[in-house]
Nanobody, 120 residues
Framework: QVQLVESGGGLVQPGGSLRLSCVASGGIFKVWTMEFWTMGWYRQAPGKQRELVASMTGDGVTNYADSVKDRFAISRDNANNTVYLHMISLKPEDTAVYYC?????????WGQGTQVTVSS
């Protein structure tokens, strides 16, 4: 079965940076790379709905939430079925559980999430 495993979260001071990683494995990813999949990062803060942070299609088209533009960057390594979220100039309001998502046609998979806490 498909697994998306996030890593790289943690506690960081305001203004700091982190890089999140998500590795896709199992199921269809045993046979195919994630080349044609839209990969995304979402986040959910306590008491708030899950929201899109950044996504990248298989063609490399990116989409970012307005709140993270110019601070976050999504990238992918299709050969290793890995997607990254590079985060700089972190703010307390970026505190949330960050989830990796893989989407293709009607298929959609989620990771278990990684906690990012921005606090002094």
């Amino acid at each position: 079965q498909v697994q998306l495993v996030e890593s790289g979260g943690g506690l960081v001071q305001p203004g700091g940076s982190l890089r999140l990683s998500c590795v896709a494995s199992g199921g269809i990813f045993k046979v195919w790379t994630m080349e044609f999949w839209t990969m995304g990062w979402y986040r959910q803060a306590p008491g708030k709905q899950r929201e899109l942070v950044a996504s990248m299609t298989g063609d490399g088209v990116t989409n970012y939430a307005d709140s993270v533009k110019d601070r976050f960057a999504i990238s992918r390594d299709n050969a290793n079925n890995t997607v990254y979220l590079h985060m700089i100039s972190l703010k307390p309001e970026d505190t949330a559980v960050y989830y990796c998502n893989a989407a293709y046609s009607d298929a959609r998979y989620w990771g278990q999430g990684t906690q990012v806490t921005v606090s002094s």
